[in-house]
């Protein structure tokens, strides 16, 4: 992997709990509208950071997978939406014009396996990567890659909160 830049950062995640720290200080800190990319293999935490994301935004009530309806929409309180997307289960970005996001104007979009729908998504603001350690360690690795002036902004106002536990630049 080549020198972290600017517009990447990385983090440990050694338990659900940061996981969760994550997804709120992203809340926080990335700015609407966004289009983030969630990207990881079953059972990276990507549902789980979107839930904490969009609780963090003001969310009540269930916040669903959308691993069999694709799509969830969630109105936030100051009146704009979000959209969570799992879009494991299409073929081509084809098949999203079935979803009738065509007139979506949400201010975020929380989109898990959007290689799935490579053609017709909106380009990402940010691409959030969850794996395994590489030295087999509990919990996770995110690397955080801003695609956008408003993705860079957003992480580089990320807090080095303990409960995140960054990894230094090297």
Known sequence: MSALTSSTRRFALPDPEATDALGRALARNVAAPAVVYLHGDL???????????????????????????????????????????????????????????DDASAALWLVEWPERGAGGLPPADLHVRLALPADGANGRVCVLDAESAAGRDGISRLPSEAALHPFADA
């Open 43 to 101: 059972g990276a935490g990507k549902s789980s950071l979107a839930r904490a994301w969009l609780r963090a935004l003001g969310v009540r009530g269930a916040i669903r997978s959308p691993t069999y309806t694709l799509v969830e929409r969630y109105a936030l309180p100051d009146g704009v939406e979000a959209l969570h997307l799992d879009l494991y289960r299409i073929g081509s970005g084809g098949e999203l014009e079935f979803l009738g996001l």
